[in-house]
């Protein structure tokens, strides 16, 4: 590898980020599964098997150039590699590792959505907020936000069935005692330390990061004004509502607004899409931190909202999922 020299060996079909982890050399990477690109490194040598050639960070001109992601490329020979730089550490809040999970509890929190807490061999330290990979079968690896606060040897999850979805249809039908191969933490999605109020926004089960954050709020009964967008199809899905009304009602200054884009007779929300809620809060939006997470159409939509209204990338922290 070069910068800097060293050797580190990858097993067949394994993951080239996978390997120089578990070989003390720490590149640069992210998100862990194809989507952000910080992982990208030059092939100067060799040959790689992509192993999810869909991933939203492939882009043609990287075979021109000779790039490859990390996160998803196998060795198919010997390689040599060019990594922008390396770590003998991880950074603080990505001290990523590989835990052995078993699936101990499964909730039905409404139809074709479930909490599935599993425990680990071992506790898991990360930053609310952030996620999780797990391994659900051959080139079966799918991404799910931790819902519950970190340093505990379980974690949970809060995810939705969708019909001829192979990751979800496979979670779902896990038996209780499944071993699951599970990373973590990965995700640039954590609390910032700062003056500034907090808007935390989730669409669907992204709403499992949003819990995770809101109880770090709570529990350090932090003063910042901090305002929540959950959005759902209808009520029946606002499955953590209950949940984070009573974590924001204990702080200073917290407050849920629950939107369905489904009308409904249920007084406690409004009609429509999150983003329309986020509009009459446009004035506020400008000097806040946003944190957000859920389905790529939810998350885009809220992203074009807030670029319109001139906000800044960099107090901006969402994943697309969920």
Known sequence: MTPGGGEFEIREGERILAAARRSGVWLPFECGWGACGTCKLTLIEGQTDTLFDTAPAIHPRDARRGRILACQSAAGSDLVVKATRTDESPRTHLGTGDYTAHLAQVDELAPDIRRF??????????????????????????????????????????????????????????PLGSVV???????????????????????????????????????TNDPRPVRAFYG?????????????????????????HATTSTPSADVSTSSGYVTDALATHA????????????????????????????????????????
């Open 283 to 322: 004035d506020s939006l400008a000097g806040a931190r946003i944190y957000l997470a859920g389905p790529p159409p939810m998350v885009d939509a809220v992203l074009k909202l807030l670029s319109a209204g001139g906000q800044s990338i960099d107090t901006i922290h969402y994943d697309r999922f969920g």
């Open 117 to 174: 807490r599993f425990r680990l061999d071992r506790p898991a330290d990360y930053r609310e907020g952030q996620f999780a990979v797990l391994e659900l079968g051959p080139d079966l690896r799918r991404c799910y936000s931790m819902a519950a606060t970190s340093g505990e040897r379980h974690v949970e999850f809060i995810a939705k069935r969708y019909a001829g979805g192979r990751g979800s249809e496979r979670l779902f039908s896990l």
């Open 181 to 219: 191969p599970i990373e973590l933490p990965y995700g640039d999605m954590w609390l910032r330390q700062d003056e500034r109020p907090i808007y935390l926004i989730a669409g669907g089960t992204g709403v499992s990061a949003i819990l995770a954050l809101a109880h770090q709020l709570a529990a």
């Open 232 to 256: 759902a199809t209808s009520v029946t899905e606002l499955v953590g509502r209950s949940q984070l009304a009573h974590l924001l009602a204990g702080l200073p200054d917290g407050h849920l």
